[in-house]
């Protein structure tokens, strides 16, 4: 490496994907930096390189006491200059549990970090415990943000790197949008981790199974709805209520039961708000101790988390490896749990097995033995095989024995499908009253969702709260035990007429039907067209009635959906895509840079229509490097006139 006249390379310290980071030092002023030199092939694509040095040089203006510092840029090297940490919360992650007055305070550290990116527009995008950095005076600092991933992934492909603290909606569009709550799911699953300790993956039954892919077993549980972390109060003692509230709040995985922003989980932490300011510890080290200490409120915590975890998901994962009697060749025996409840998941015959939902959200094996006895609530006189049991019956199994083997004897509620509209949504009660006619006066029958249950909105899993009177819905519900009782509900399908905005990509052929390839900034979404869809274009109804094929590409559409498309509105002007680079509100005007790098000015007409994220906006609200969708005219001399613009915040 030929030399600098200001910085020094002196140590290699890490090295990623991305970049080489080494130990170095500031000749002109003396101290000791960091120095992030990026790979030879990410120096060769001016564009994405472009991206990077301006997204760092934004980074590089802010300054706070939670938040790595960016001194300075040397491009013609593709050097970061950046403040000298001393370690980062990796090096606890996996290993004895942290304190947790320690991790009370890095926890909110690190909020106060997203709190201030997330008010200035910027997700983060990487928070893991290796990114938890330790500074000198033993303050967490948030550093090495997602820039590489943004960079890398010019086609909006997010999955790289790790994926074991990737919130669900990065990996999956049915949780939501990716923003400032992705941050806070992975702040809070890192944070369980180091509370948890060498026992944390524990908790995760089946992640190792089969020679699985870590990367990918990852990321399918982050996108399974129905694969969530335990209550901590459940797995580990010793563990403060407002601790264990936050981090629990922080890894919800439906964003609806997530907190919005930093500052909501920041109060509810009982912390000195001076401490967090100051960046001084309560009590407790950051640093970990070169031996563990096996006594204490964290041996507790550790012995809690084998044993109370062990009868539940770890006990019933013994069982897969364990004979019908219980038995094994070597090593001590599982307990054995007495009796289980939950949803058939899955049947295998062949090996007299089945995967159990159970209430609590996990999926486990279970060994039914030979031959179990199986029969139906509703007719106990007839018995059934294991081959006849179905995906989505509600069992319960209770083990015996009998001849010196384990026996056992499944009840199996067969469940049964009903459709009709929504009344009423009691969300706190999980209750949702049902019409199965929508004239008026019919009955409202009320009908309960187990803790379990699939919800699904349009075809997309959603959550129960996220349920709305008049949504259209197929009900699949357990007989109640008597006329009046409730119906127990494990799955309710909803039609809701949603309204999207977007630019047509195309329209394709779909199994024989057509769709619209819907693009709201890079994002593509596909939908099939109702044969009754409504289509009209610049306001003009035309005759004979349009069909999709008389949609073009770049068509500005505001489209009424569920499942299809049974509405169109389509304005048809010249687009363009790129970022804010100025706002001239005086003038009228929108200084653009396109995604090539080339930079255009636009007037904004006077009856412009402005979105930011969806909702209206000024030309004010307008910052730099937000992203855009433009429809303008272009007249024969002079700026384009913009007629629209869609803006959304830098992610």
């Given at each position: ?15 990623g994907s991305f970049a080489t980071v080494y130990r170095g ?470 039609l809701r007429t949603l309204h999207t905005k977007g630019y ?148």
């Amino acid at each position: 490496m030929d030399p600098h006249p200001r910085y020094q390379p002196v140590e290699k310290i890490a090295s990623g994907s991305f970049a080489t980071v080494y130990r170095g030092k500031d000749l002109e002023l003396g101290r000791e930096v960091a120095i992030k030199q990026i790979h030879e092939q990410y120096l060769s694509d001016p564009e994405q390189l472009e991206r990077y040095w301006a997204e760092a040089q934004l980074l590089a203006s802010f300054q706070h006491p939670n938040i790595v510092t960016i001194y300075d840029l040397v491009r013609d090297r593709g050097w970061l200059i950046m403040e000298l940490m001393q370690s980062d919360l990796s090096r606890v992650a996996g290993k004895r549990p942290m304190d947790v007055n320690a991790l009370r305070t890095a926890l909110a550290h690190c909020l106060r970090a997203l709190k201030f990116l997330h008010a200035h527009g910027i997700v983060h995008g990487d928070v893991k415990p290796s990114n938890m950095m330790i500074d000198r005076r033993r303050r967490v600092k948030l550093g090495d943000f997602g820039l590489a991933r943004r960079v890398s992934d010019e086609q909006g492909s997010l999955i790289k790197g790790t994926t074991k603290y990737m919130a669900p909606e990065v990996v999956s569009d049915e949780f939501g949008e990716v923003g400032p709550a992705s941050d806070l799911y992975s702040l809070g699953f890192a944070a369980y981790e180091l509370l948890a300790g060498e026992h944390f993956e524990e908790l995760f039954p089946g992640l190792n199974t089969g020679g699985r892919d870590r990367q990918m077993a990852w990321m399918m549980w982050h996108a399974a709805p129905d694969r969530r972390l335990p209550e901590i109060s459940r797995v580990l003692a010793d563990v403060p209520p407002d601790l264990a509230q936050t981090i629990q709040k922080l890894c919800a995985k439906p964003q609806s039961e997530r907190y919005e922003t930093a500052d909501q989980a920041l109060s509810d932490l009982n912390i000195d708000v001076k401490i967090v300011k100051t960046g001084e510890e309560s009590s407790g080290s950051l640093k970990r101790p070169e031996q563990p200490v096996e006594n204490g409120p964290d041996r507790k915590r550790r012995m809690l988390l084998i044993g109370a975890f062990a009868t539940s998901a770890i006990a019933s994962l013994a069982m897969l490896f364990m004979g019908p009697s219980g038995g094994s060749n070597s090593g001590p025996q599982a307990p054995q749990v007495a009796r289980r409840e939950g949803i058939v998941h899955d049947v295998r015959r062949e090996s007299m097995e089945i995967d159990l939902l159970t209430p609590e959200g996990a999926v486990v094996p279970i060994k039914l033995g030979k031959e179990p006895k199986i029969r139906q609530k509703e007719n106990q006189q007839e018995y059934m095989s294991v081959a006849a049991l179905k995906k989505g019956d509600r069992v319960e199994i209770s083990f015996g024995e009998s001849k010196g083997e384990t026996r056992a004897t499944v009840e199996v509620s067969r469940p049964v499908t009903t459709t009709g509209q929504i009344r009423q949504v009691d969300a706190q009660r999980g209750v949702v009253g049902i019409v199965y006619s929508p004239e008026a006066g019919a009955e409202v029958v009320e009908m309960t969702a187990e803790p379990t249950a699939k919800i699904r909105i349009n075809g997309r899993n959603a959550e129960f709260s996220q349920l709305e009177p008049d949504d259209r819905v197929e009900v699949i519900h357990l007989p109640s035990k008597t006329p009046d009782a409730p119906r127990t509900t494990i799955e309710i399908s909803a039609l809701r007429t949603l309204h999207t905005k977007g630019y047509v990509a195309g329209i394709i052929d779909q199994e024989g039907k057509p769709a619209l390839r819907l693009d709201r900034f890079g994002k593509i979404e596909t939908l099939p067209f109702s044969g009754k869809c409504v289509i009209h274009v610049d306001g003009i109804e035309s005759e004979p009635a349009l069909q999709p094929a008389d949609l073009k590409p770049d068509d500005r559409v505001e489209i009424a959906h569920d499942v299809e498309v049974t509405e169109v509105h389509a304005t048809r002007h010249p687009r363009a895509t790129g970022a804010v680079m100025a706002v001239d509100i005086p003038a009228r005007e929108l200084l653009v840079r396109s995604n090539d790098g080339k930079e255009t000015r636009y007037a904004v007409a006077a009856d412009c229509r402005i979105e930011l994220d969806g909702k209206p906006a000024q030309l004010d609200d307008l910052k730099k490097f937000y992203k855009l969708e433009l429809s303008y005219d272009a007249p024969p001399t002079g700026p384009a006139s913009l007629r629209v613009i869609d803006a959304q915040k830098t992610q």
